[in-house]
């Protein structure tokens, strides 16, 4: 019987070493309770291992290590954008270490277009850090994504869109990784 339990204990401390699938980025104020919590549950339901601040850190957890490590073991990123994100220096940071490590990044734009999207200089950032979170964004800005529109439109499609993107980029990743070895 302890044994058993052993060896389960063993599984799950494995698999928790693990990296995630894919890393979602957001920011929680305008998105955490909709789209990033629904893409979480679906891609969780495939048997995918997504990556979301409130459903995997744990009390204890080192904010900046355990999300830093996560992003640099994702093999893609989730960008939810929304009308708040760029107010957030933990969206930007998260955003520029995606770009920065070459990740594939799939945007979603929520209730905000391309277009809108700014950093804003309220004084805590220093100007490097205002230049790695524009050239971020900028890169993000002109990545072809999903947009949305949380007035007229239909939340489990975009997620169902999200998700087939996910996987569809998922695969050609280890088509990709198998084709090199």
Request: glycine share 4%; hydrophobic share 40%; charged share 25%.
């Given at each position: 019987m302890q044994r058993a339990s052993a060896i389960m204990?063993?599984?799950?401390?494995?698999?928790?070493?693990q990296s995630c699938d894919v890393f979602i980025n957001h920011r929680g104020i305008d998105t955490k309770r909709t789209v990033a919590t629904l893409l979480y549950d679906h891609l969780t339901m495939l048997n995918m291992r997504p990556f979301l601040d409130n459903k995997t850190m744990k009390p204890g957890d080192k904010l900046f290590d355990k999300i830093d490590s996560a992003i640099r073991g994702c093999k893609i990123g989730v960008a939810v954008f929304s009308p708040t994100y760029c107010e957030s220096y933990f969206?930007?940071?998260?955003?520029?270490?995606?770009?920065?490590?070459?990740?594939k990044v799939i945007p979603i734009f929520c209730d905000v277009k391309p277009s809108e999207l700014r950093v804003v200089d309220n004084g805590t950032c220093s100007q490097k850090e205002l230049q790695r979170f524009s050239r971020a964004l900028e890169e993000a800005k002109y990545t072809v994504g999903l947009a949305f529109d949380s007035?007229?439109?239909?939340?489990?499609?975009?997620?169902?869109n999200a998700s087939d993107i996910v996987i569809k980029s998922l695969m050609e990743l280890e088509n990709e990784r198998k084709a090199r070895y």
């Open positions: 204990l063993q599984r799950r401390i494995m698999s928790s070493r969206c930007l940071h998260e955003l520029a270490l995606f770009m920065e490590s070459n990740k007035l007229k439109g239909n939340w489990s499609e975009v997620v169902t």
